[in-house]
């Protein structure tokens, strides 16, 4: 029989016969099957971070083989440690016995120790001759930098955008992840060795052909700032979210007055709802189904 989990434990069963010949009574018939399984808060994660092994690590003091084991899965944990909806302790296996583990805050203080500890810049591995074209420094762009460079790629990352970090710096409002940590981590980027081109939009400055012709590999990470339209009158007379965020980052929106509605339940409408707040409005949130139906996470409601 397989336990799989307290939710669905066996029945304990009972003796109903004499225990004189079998002193332990029947209980033995019943032996538990142990089954090897990926911890569940790794499944959850997205990029499924060896996370009982690094916590065990800072458990034990050894601080640098736990930074070791989460930059393997994660090469920006002081940003994921701030922003990340930590699907991870949704599925933590403490919950069942009073809170799940706050992994995400976690690897908040091994990010924080990892940048201010300029750790990374001992990662670069060997050289290789090849040379890799990346378009868009946004979290995918700046991810495949940092992995492909430690496999020793020369690697070069064009933005359109005269500061990298795509939505990160533009789309996540500071009270969430301040820039100074996006900073951090994309200087530890440029010490790995990464070149980053900022001001060079792709077909515009640079074509798809340039790339293919110039370099061995070419990575678009463009992002998905393509917003959905909702097929409404007037809705040309909206103001899309990450547009907003992204004024707002540029600090040409420094403060707002009157009533403002939100469409939208997800995380981006209520970071906008949350900026629009901080900046002096009074703002209402419009969304078509119920609160519990909104997908954004929780703790943003
Ligand atoms: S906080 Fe996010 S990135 Fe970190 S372990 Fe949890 S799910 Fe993964």
Known sequence: MKMEGLKNLPEAPISLLST??????SWRNIKPVFVEKTAPCIDACPSHILIPHYIDRILRGTIDEAAEILLKDNPFPSITGRVCPHFCEGKCNRGEYDDSVSIREIERYLG???????????????????????????PAGLSCAHFLRNFGYKVIVFEKEDEPGGVLRYGIPEYRLPKVIVKKEIDALLREGIEIRTGTTLGKDISLDDLEANYDAVFLGTGAILERKMNIPGEEYLIEGLNFLKEVSLGKIPDVKGKYGVIGGGNVAMDVARTLLRLGAEVYILYRRTENEMPAITEEI
């Open 112 to 138: 924080d120790y990892i940048v201010n500890k300029k750790w990374k810049d001992s990662l670069k591995e060997q050289q290789n001759a090849k040379k890799i074209a990346i378009v868009g420094s946004g």
């Open 20 to 25: 004189l010949v079998n002193k332990t009574g």
